[in-house]
């Protein structure tokens, strides 16, 4: 959401306005609206993949401090501190894979991932 849809942002220590996610609109903005048009069916592809770059920085970055907080309470509660853990975890048999609560972090966890990665996917979807 860029500063002219919701008005001037508070400042982020010790970065200024525009925001990260602001900065990167506007080189989509760009990227889509005048280059886009303007290219050769060569560059086409390499624009397209550069503003859909772009867009997945964008939600990797919306909403990271409370996802990644989320997911290390969900970690946790399973008695482990990272997906590394989780996978020896599981390896080792410490965890059962179809134990309710492995799956539900495990499929929130992919849901997660999608939902930055490839929003638009079905398994973006999945009930958490």
Known sequence: ???ADTG?????AP??????GDLLEAVQEFLTGTLLPAA???TR???RVSANVLDVV???LAGADERSARHARALAGLGVADERELAAAIRSGALAYDDPAVRAVVTATVREKLLVAK??????GLPS
């Open 119 to 124: 929003p638009g996917h079905p398994g973006a």
């Open 58 to 60: 964008r939600r990797e």
């Open 45 to 47: 592809f390499y624009i």
């Open 40 to 42: 050769g069916d060569d």
């Open 1 to 3: 959401m860029s500063t």
């Open 15 to 20: 970065n200024d306005v525009p925001s990260a």
């Open 8 to 12: 001037p942002e508070p400042a982020r």
